[in-house]
């Protein structure tokens, strides 16, 4: 098998015959060109073009130019003069991988024709891989390409069209919100309101007010009447979310709107009627909860009526990959990265790590990694996996503190200073890694004096 295809453009013939009968016997099947007229239709099939920069007729940059508004996707390697490192800077800014300098050894340059041949294929692979995600394993934004994800595809288009109530279990980050946002998107309802509603972060005392709404006077503060989050969602869909977190007696609630369809505003004795689908989700297991009395059996039953379970990320590794690119392609733009690829390497740390975050955690992490990928591929050094978060004891004395003799003033000074230099003076990407906004960013900077624009972020950032 071949190891690529190689285009020269020289117009010495000698030194082209040499170069061709070099990387000829290194396993590449080569074709050669003495002009970049010549040489146009030639590069359409190459995978890798060499080209001298002083050629007669079409100079070697116009030709790089013409590849390139060509949309033709070659790695491009240039031979230069020797001195002429000028030229050789501006067709790397044209998008040349490489150059080599005259006079060059036949090793020197069949060592990088290889290395240039590599991230080629690498780069036709990724190609590859996105339009197989674009056209298969994809359900709207929702990627997965295992036979449990597509059977959770499969599931989610059968039951969108009908009212079944669906609970859908799953650890934390494993897409559940996605998939019930999927299953409004695919309902008739999809026009009306989709209410998401998080148990776990509605205080127990206010849960019922909140669910079913109140009157004017139900209780001291109700000054005027409102609405519940199950009224909001009439006609369209409820996204319960914790479900295993709702205290008994609004189960008891629950059950009725599940069964009836029916409730009252908190100080009302009007009895009202909704029309709404029901999405429930779980991150525990709710049988457990069932056998602990803590979960109605009738109202799990009630809810199950489709479960849809979706496995955590290290049970379906190969939607690794597809997520992985997907998430490349998605957040390298937003954050104005160069990154575009996954190097071999990178790659297999993604496939060994367990992701206990699952999903999330993934795209976390490749985020992170855009932000400090200097290059067009993300390599392995790139990749920053955090580790598995012990939650510290904080009991008295246990709580980290700061070292001895350092101010909590100077600490956060240096880790602005480090977000800054990773994200190469790029105060967005600054600020998403220390978490905070931009503008936060910036508040803090002008009170360290560092205000945009002045020396000394210039010297820290590396940027002049
Ligand atoms: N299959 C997927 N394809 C694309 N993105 C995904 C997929 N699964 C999860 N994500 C992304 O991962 C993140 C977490 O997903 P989501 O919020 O749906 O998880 P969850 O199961 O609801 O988590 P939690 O239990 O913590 O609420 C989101 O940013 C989502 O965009
Ligand atoms: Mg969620």
Redesign the pocket.
């Known amino acids: 098998m071949s190891a690529g295809r190689i285009l020269i453009v020289e117009d010495e013939d000698k030194l082209r015959r040499v170069i061709q009968l070099h990387l000829e016997s290194a396993g590449f099947e080569v074709d050669g060109a003495s002009t970049a007229e010549q040489a146009l239709p030639l590069a359409t099939i190459a995978n890798v073009v060499i080209t001298d920069l002083r050629l007669p007729g079409m100079s070697g940059l116009e030709f790089i130019q013409q590849l390139q508004s060509r949309g033709i996707q070659v790695g491009i390697i240039v031979m230069t003069a020797h001195g002429s490192v000028d030229a050789a800077v501006e067709a790397m800014k044209l998008g040349a991988a490489d150059f080599v300098q005259k006079p060059f050894s036949l090793d020197q340059l069949t060592a990088i024709a290889e290395k240039v041949m590599a991230v080629q294929s690498l780069r036709a692979e990724n190609q590859r891989m996105r339009e197989e995600l674009d056209h298969r394993y994809q359900f709207g934004?929702?990627?997965?390409r295992s036979s449990a994800?597509r059977e959770i595809f499969h599931t989610v288009e059968r039951v969108a069209p009908t009212r079944a109530t669906v609970l859908i279990a799953?650890e934390?980050?494993?897409?559940?919100?996605?998939i019930a946002r999927a299953i409004h998107q695919h309902s008739p309802r999809r026009n009306k309101p989709y209410v998401k509603i998080n148990c776990t972060s509605i205080p127990e005392n206010l849960m019922e007010s909140e669910l079913f709404g109140y009157e004017k006077g139900a209780f001291t503060g109700a000054t005027a009447s409102k609405p519940g989050k199950f009224e909001q969602a009439d006609g369209g869909t409820a996204f319960l979310?914790e479900i295993g977190d709702v205290p008994g007696n609004i189960q008891v609630k629950l059950l009725r709107i599940l069964q009836e369809r029916q409730f009252e505003r908190l100080g009302s004795n009007v009895t009202r009627n909704v029309d709404v689908r029901v999405i429930a989700?779980t991150?525990v297991d709710l049988r457990a909860a069932l056998e602990q009395g803590r979960f109605r059996e009738d109202l799990y039953y009630r809810l199950n009526v489709v479960p849809i379970s979706v496995p955590p990320l290290r049970e379906r590794m190969e939607d690794i990959p597809f997520?992985a690119m997907?998430f490349v392609k998605k957040l390298s733009a937003e954050l104005g990265s160069v990154a575009k690829e996954i190097s071999p390497a990178a790659m297999d740390r993604l496939l060994t790590h367990r992701w206990p975050g699952n999903?999330?955690e993934l795209?976390n992490t490749i985020e992170r990694s855009l932000v400090l990928a200097s290059g067009e591929m993300l390599e392995a050094a790139d990749i920053r996996i955090e580790a598995p978060r012990s939650t510290p004891a904080i009991s008295a004395g246990q709580t980290p503190l700061l070292p001895e003799g350092e101010t909590l003033e100077h600490w956060e000074q240096m880790m602005i200073r480090e977000a800054l230099r990773r994200a190469n003076g790029n105060k967005s990407q600054a600020a998403r890694l220390l978490g905070m906004t931009r503008n936060a960013l910036r508040y803090r900077l002008s009170q360290m004096g560092l205000d945009s624009g002045t020396p000394e972020e210039a010297e820290i950032s590396g940027l002049k």
């Open positions: 934004n929702i990627i997965g994800m799953g934390s980050g494993v897409g559940k919100d996605m979310d989700a991150n997520l997907h999903v999330r795209e």
